[in-house]
């Protein structure tokens, strides 16, 4: 598991496969760079950041899922970390951001969606839900996607909720990280803070 936590009360998590962009969007939530791997799971352990004043912590958890060169244990023990730590910390987690790459999620989610296996990214949607984790899918490299609209209604759809995706803003939030281009994400997570009673966390966002 990991240990690395710093001993914060609320905090905001970005979870999602390897390389979908979390740490660039890291960066751009706190102004701060992180290791960014040009190869997947570079990321082996959390990268947490937190503002000395205030009783918070955004933290990037590794990327679970395939990796071209880790091996099978490596990445099942990452995934289970992930979820320990998620569980772990669960009603200390004010948003769990799910970050998925628009271009390939829909892909991969209709490759791995046979009889016996829910995809991961749906399954980790289905965990933090239960786990009662208000989420906003991040849905990223939307600059690299010509039909948004029908995009997003297809990621919609996949997680189980109704379309058009546009009554779920505060869930679904197309952005591109590297571009900068994040407001949908940050109107997301604000409005989660302020159910939460924390509008005093707006500023981070």
Same mark, same amino acid.
């Given at each position: 598991?990991?240990?690395?936590?710093?001993?914060?009360?609320?905090?905001? %998590?970005?979870?999602?496969?390897?390389?979908?962009?979390?740490? #660039?969007?890291?960066?751009?939530?706190?102004?701060?760079? $992180? !290791?960014?791997?040009?190869?997947?799971?570079?990321?082996?352990?959390?990268?947490?950041?937190?503002?000395?004043?205030?009783?918070?912590?955004? #933290?990037?958890?590794?990327?679970?899922?395939?990796?071209?060169?880790?091996?099978?244990? %490596?990445?099942?023990?990452?995934?289970?970390?992930? %979820?320990?730590?998620?569980? /772990?910390?669960?009603?200390?987690?004010?948003?769990?951001?799910? %970050?998925?790459?628009?271009?390939?999620?829909?892909?991969?989610? !209709?490759?791995?969606?046979?009889?016996?296996?829910?995809?991961?990214?749906?399954?980790?949607?289905? $965990?933090?839900?239960?786990?009662?984790?208000?989420?906003?899918? /991040?849905?990223?490299?939307?600059?690299?996607?010509? !039909?948004?609209?029908?995009?997003?209604?297809?990621?919609?759809?996949?997680?189980?909720?109704?379309?058009?995706?546009?009554?779920?803003?505060?869930?679904?939030?197309?952005?591109? /990280?590297?571009?900068?281009?994040?407001?949908?994400?940050?109107?997301?997570?604000?409005?989660?803070?302020?159910?939460?009673?924390?509008?005093?966390?707006?500023?981070?966002?």
């Amino acid at each position: 598991m990991f240990e690395t936590r710093p001993d914060r009360d609320a905090e905001v %998590v970005l979870i999602g496969r390897s390389n979908v962009g979390k740490s #660039t969007l890291m960066r751009e939530i706190t102004g701060h760079t $992180f !290791d960014t791997g040009g190869k997947p799971g570079v990321t082996k352990k959390p990268n947490h950041y937190d503002w000395a004043s205030e009783d918070f912590v955004v #933290t990037d958890l590794p990327g679970f899922g395939f990796m071209s060169g880790v091996p099978d244990d %490596v990445r099942e023990r990452i995934k289970t970390d992930v %979820v320990r730590y998620i569980e /772990a910390n669960a009603e200390k987690i004010l948003v769990g951001v799910l %970050v998925v790459d628009g271009k390939s999620v829909i892909d991969i989610i !209709d490759r791995h969606s046979g009889p016996d296996e829910i995809p991961h990214d749906v399954e980790m949607f289905g $965990f933090l839900q239960e786990l009662g984790i208000p989420t906003v899918v /991040a849905v990223n490299k939307m600059d690299k996607v010509d !039909d948004s609209d029908e995009r997003l209604d297809a990621v919609a759809e996949r997680l189980g909720l109704y379309t058009p995706w546009q009554q779920f803003d505060e869930i679904i939030a197309p952005i591109s /990280a590297k571009r900068g281009s994040i407001e949908p994400l940050n109107e997301a997570v604000r409005e989660h803070l302020h159910e939460a009673k924390r509008d005093d966390l707006f500023k981070f966002f």
